[in-house]
Nanobody
Framework: QVQLVESGGGLVQAGGSLGLSCAAS????????MGWFRQAPGKEREFVAA????????YYADSVEGRFTISRDNAKNAVDLQMNSLRPEDTAVYYC?????????????????WGQGTQVTVSS
C-alpha cells in the first residue's frame, strides 16, 4: 500500500499561481502511476493530470493544458502540480491518487489510493 498526503492548497487571485505537492509513503513510489483529480462543490470528481512511473509521459485535462504542470521526484517520493494562470473555475478540492495498475489514465475509479485532498480557492 501507499499513503498519500497533499499540501500546498490555499486562496489565490485569478491569474495567480499555486503549487501542490503530494508526499507518498509505503511501497516503492516509482512503481505507481500518479494522478491529480479535483472535485468542486456539487460536481463529480474530474481528472486534472497524470504522470507515468519515470515521468516520461504526462497527461492533462483539456481545461488545464498549458497552465498546469505535473512532475515527480522518485527519490523524494513526491509528485507536484504547478498551477499557473488560475481561474475561478479551478476552485476545488484537489486529490492526489496512485495506482500500480495500468489505468485508463483519466478515470478516477482506476486509481487505488487517494489522499485526503487539499482546498484550492481562486477568487475573481
Amino acid at each position: 500500500q501507499v499513503q498519500l498526503v497533499e499540501s500546498g492548497g490555499g486562496l489565490v487571485q485569478a491569474g495567480g499561481s499555486l503549487g501542490l505537492s503530494c508526499a507518498a509513503s509505503g511501497r516503492t513510489f516509482s512503481s505507481y502511476i500518479m494522478g491529480w483529480f479535483r472535485q468542486a462543490p456539487g460536481k463529480e470528481r474530474e481528472f486534472v493530470a497524470a504522470i507515468t512511473w519515470s515521468g516520461a509521459n504526462t497527461y492533462y485535462a483539456d481545461s488545464v493544458e498549458g497552465r498546469f504542470t505535473i512532475s515527480r521526484d522518485n527519490a523524494k517520493n513526491a509528485v507536484d502540480l504547478q498551477m499557473n494562470s488560475l481561474r475561478p473555475e479551478d476552485t476545488a478540492v484537489y486529490y492526489c491518487a496512485a495506482t500500480e495498475r495500468v489505468p485508463r489514465i483519466r478515470i478516477s475509479v482506476d486509481y487505488d489510493y487517494w489522499g485526503q485532498g487539499t482546498q484550492v480557492t481562486v477568487s475573481s
